[in-house]
């Protein structure tokens, strides 16, 4: 009886033993420790410039408003950004960081990167004070063209991006600014002028910066210029943030169509230059794994990336937004859906970060943290709740944006969505980086998290280019800490410090660490504090401008 009961025993010991083993076999095949993504993401990362295509451009970014200053020196007139600024905290870019005074001191520092690429936006208000109701200002075709010969002279491929958020304030008083078809046709009159002074030298063209943030910003939340906005997104004196994001982007859509026509029929055959559009692109991942969560990121892709792409693709809106908006979304003629249609030669992708989604039309939906946003039951979101959170646990470390998460696997990801969506057509990421949280150490000589942020999401972008994605340059936000827009000069992306008091440029950390990415370092950068101690005692004045 007792060897029985002992043989009884072992044997279900024995299949419990088994049910273990197998359990944990099936955890270990589920496991992103399994995936090519978790090995960039758990171990230290080994990532040179000799690991990109031999062509590939490296780069940074900046914008006009955010870096020149000189408010209203040399003919520039008031901007949409100079009157917001004064009705918001009182924060603003009249000074910035004195770009405008110190330009050729920022073109040595780029040079001493080692920067191949330097993409820089040009100010409507500067270049064009009143629009189509003036003459062009001829100190800002001498500023721009000196800024363009200079980055040429040292090797620098010049990015130029013709509208950058900001413009003259007389075109928003006298009628409506983008809300108006009369938009299209000032916005043409200011790619044709840069066209006439640059285009004999500028190759790579942007013609609008994120048309969907801007949108949004500016006609949904309120937060950039001109402030309309209705609940529940808002409590303001104007706007329909139903409908005018919509009216918006398609004057920006076809003003670039129009713009890009002016362009390869006049202008093109000069350098054989390329003309694009930046689009502000986050990545979506469902927030459970239920169907209805799966559509609806899909669904958030769709109204956030490809509501500006595709018609620029294939000519019109996608059909998701078809899908979900009646009359409120503006339809394109036969002769527009034409002349829209590749009108772009490159996708240039501004990527910050990945959001989980929700979907909001089988259930109910909430803001109850600092990363949603009100209004995500509501067409013009496409009924989809995005968010950093799950359960109160962030997607990926937060940063000093709260919709901003450190998810590396996120730059693939876009990059492949945007691959497969529009057959591989040439990309560039315009915009990549980090902001640091209010509570961390941000002394320059110590932004190590910058490091670190930079080297996953360029492991995860080779690891993309690899798989066939065509990527062929990557620019880091931001050159130097700048006015941040509604943000001020709170949050900072740069690779150099600005003193705010004195305006000179202190490289930080990650200045030296791009330095030496570029020039195929291969020193990994770690949280460790001594691994910042050995940056800390080399030269930092070799990537100080002389």
């Known amino acids: 009886m007792k060897k029985i009961k002992f043989k009884s025993i072992f044997i279900s010991n024995c299949l419990l033993l088994l049910l273990l083993l197998l359990l944990l076999l099936l955890l270990l095949l589920q496991s992103p420790i399994s995936t090519a993504k978790s090995a960039i993401e758990d171990q230290q990362v080994h990532i040179k410039a000799s690991d990109f295509p031999n062509e590939f451009l490296f780069g940074a970014s900046t914008s006009a408003y955010q870096i020149e200053g000189a408010v209203v020196e040399d003919g520039k007139s008031v901007s949409n950004w100079d ?56 100190a800002a075709i001498i500023f721009y063209n000196s800024i363009i010969d200079n980055l040429l002279l040292r090797g620098i491929e010049p990015f130029v991006t013709i509208f950058h958020h900001e413009y003259p304030q007389e075109l928003e008083d006298r009628f409506g600014g983008w809300l108006s078809p009369l938009m299209q046709e000032e916005f043409v009159h200011l790619a044709e002028t840069c066209f006439k002074y640059f ?32 609940p529940p997104f808002g ?55 239920n169907m209805y969560d799966k559509e609806a990121a899909k669904r958030a892709l769709a109204f956030n990336v490809a509501w500006t792409l595709d018609p620029l693709v294939y000519g019109d809106y996608p059909q998701e937004m078809k899908n979900y908006h009646g009359s409120e979304l503006p339809s394109f003629s036969s002769e527009e859906k034409e002349l829209l249609k590749d009108s772009i030669d490159f996708i240039g992708i501004n990527h910050y970060g990945v959001l989980y989604a929700k979907d909001c039309v089988h259930s109910s939906c909430l803001c109850n943290d600092s990363s949603c946003t009100q209004g995500s039951d509501r067409p013009i979101r496409g009924f989809v709740y995005t968010t950093g959170e799950r359960n109160g646990i962030p997607i990926g470390e937060r940063t000093g944006m709260s919709r901003f998460f450190v998810v590396p696997s996120g730059m693939e990801d876009i ?25 961390e150490d941000d002394i320059y000589e110590h932004d190590v998290k910058r490091i670190q942020y930079h080297r ?28 941040e827009w509604s943000s001020g000069y709170a949050i900072k992306f740069g690779l150099y410090h600005i003193d705010r008091l004195t305006l000179n440029r202190i490289p930080k950390l990650s200045a030296n660490w791009y330095r030496d990415f570029l020039g195929n370092s291969s020193i990994v950068v770690d ?12 030269d930092l004045s070799r990537v100080q401008s002389q």
């Open 415 to 439: 990059v492949d969505y945007v691959k497969e969506r529009y057959d591989n057509k040439t990309m560039f990421v315009t915009e990549n980086g980090y902001s640091s949280p209010s509570d």
């Open 199 to 230: 285009a004999d030298r500028v190759k790579y063209w942007i013609t609008i910066n994120e048309p969907n943030l801007f949108s949004e910003m500016g006609y949904e939340r309120a937060t950039y210029p001109p402030a309309r906005c209705s």
């Open 235 to 289: 409590n303001c004196a104007t706007g329909n943030s139903d409908s005018e994001p919509l009216t918006v982007v398609h004057n920006m859509l076809l003003g670039h169509a129009k713009a890009a026509k002016l362009y390869r029929d006049q202008f093109k055959s000069k350098v054989d230059g390329l003309m694009s559009i930046a689009v502000c692109a986050f990545m979506y991942t469902p927030l459970t794994d």
């Open 83 to 138: 009157i917001f600024c004064r009705t918001d905290d009182g924060t603003n870019g009249d000074v910035a960081d004195d770009h405008y005074h110190r330009y050729m001191e920022d073109i040595e520092i780029m040079h001493s990167l080692g920067l191949t690429a330097y993409r820089f936006s040009i100010s409507w208000s500067r270049i064009l004070p009143r629009g189509r109701f003036g003459g062009v200002n001829e």
């Open 527 to 538: 949280a460790d504090s001594s691994i910042a101690l050995t940056y800390e005692n080399k």
């Open 456 to 483: 996953s999401y360029l492991a995860y972008l080779a690891q993309a280019i690899r798989k066939g994605a065509d990527v062929r340059g990557y620019f880091i936000w931001s050159l130097m800490d700048n006015f």
